[in-house]
């Protein structure tokens, strides 16, 4: 039987590369973003999210939907599947790391051993419509 968690990303891209964010104690990469709380929209959850991870504001008006990907989630049963959804924005500020990440980086096709698999379809996605390297 499969089981859904489901979390909304940011996808943010510099020099043909993708922000990812790795939690303390974990070695896998992943798009930095979390779970709805209540009955929040996607943009308000990714807006509260991103702000907790990154310490940086999301502007409202810039958010857009990139995909939705779904992948066996990492460190979970067999079984279990996260569904991603992903969006653009711009935020104000420089993100850095807070709350649970411990680590920021700027992933190409060629860092695919570090992601999740989540954020490898991702990185493949990206990879695929030209927008990284």
């Keep these: 039987m499969t089981s859904f ?13 993708v922000l990812a964010v790795r939690s303390y104690g974990k070695t896998l990469f992943y ?3 979390g779970k709805r709380e209540n ?5 308000a959850a990714l807006i509260r999210e991103i702000s907790e991870e990154l310490n940086v504001s999301i502007q409202p008006e810039s958010i857009r939907y ?6 066996q989630a990492d460190g979970k049963p067999a079984g279990t599947v996260v569904r991603l959804t ?4 711009d935020f104000d500020g420089n993100a850095t790391a807070a709350a649970e ?5 700027y992933l190409s096709s060629a860092d695919l051993s570090v ?3 989540a954020a490898e379809l991702v ?7 030209d927008l990284i390297k």
Excluded at 66 to 71: L, N, R, Y
Excluded at 101 to 105: N, P
């Design 39 to 43: 009955d929040e929209t996607d943009e």
């Design 31 to 33: 798009m930095p973003g």
């Design 101 to 105: 990440i411990e680590e920021l980086r």
């Design 123 to 129: 990185v493949n996605w990206l990879l695929s419509e």
């Design 66 to 71: 990139a995909a939705t990907f779904e992948a």
């Design 115 to 117: 992601c999740s698999k």
């Design 5 to 17: 968690i489901d979390k909304l990303a940011l996808i943010t891209l510099k020099d043909h590369k």
């Design 86 to 89: 992903c969006y653009f924005a």
